[in-house]
């Protein structure tokens, strides 16, 4: 069984940091792009970074609005991926998600695997 399972999201100051976690299982974790998108209520899901299969280009993206305070990582080994979101502001309020994906970075419609999302939320 496919399982993505995010944690690490809470409540927290403007200024703060957050590190979610996302724990894959049941798929071939190399061969796949892990990506993490937000939700923000009343407003589209909109992609923060991801991280090419190891098998294709091994890059790492990062959306507009969270470069330069956003860091992404994996732990192949745990079959895990992290965001580190440093600086965060109200606007970073939404639900988290992240989504595997047997391509590298595609468009969000072309992942097959989604977690249930963890919820984040930037107090100012």
């Known amino acids: 069984e496919v399982q993505l399972v995010e944690s690490g999201g809470g409540l927290v100051q403007a200024g703060g940091s957050l590190r979610l976690s996302c724990a894959a299982s049941?798929?071939?974790?190399?061969?796949?792009?892990i990506g993490w998108f937000r939700q923000a209520p009343g407003k589209e899901r909109e992609g923060v970074s991801c991280?090419?299969?190891?098998?294709?280009?091994?890059?790492?993206h990062y959306g507009d609005a969270v470069t330069g305070r956003f860091t992404m990582s994996s732990d192949n080994a745990q079959n895990t991926v992290y965001l580190q979101m440093n600086s965060l502001n109200p606007e970073d309020t939404a639900v988290y998600y992240c989504?595997?994906?047997?391509?590298?970075?595609?468009?969000?419609?072309?992942?097959?695997?989604w977690g249930q999302g963890t919820q984040v939320t930037v107090s100012s």
């Open positions: 991280r090419s299969r190891s098998s294709g280009d091994g890059t790492t």
């Open positions: 989504a595997a994906a047997p391509l590298d970075c595609p468009d969000f419609y072309e992942y097959d695997y």
């Open positions: 049941g798929f071939t974790f190399d061969d796949y792009s």
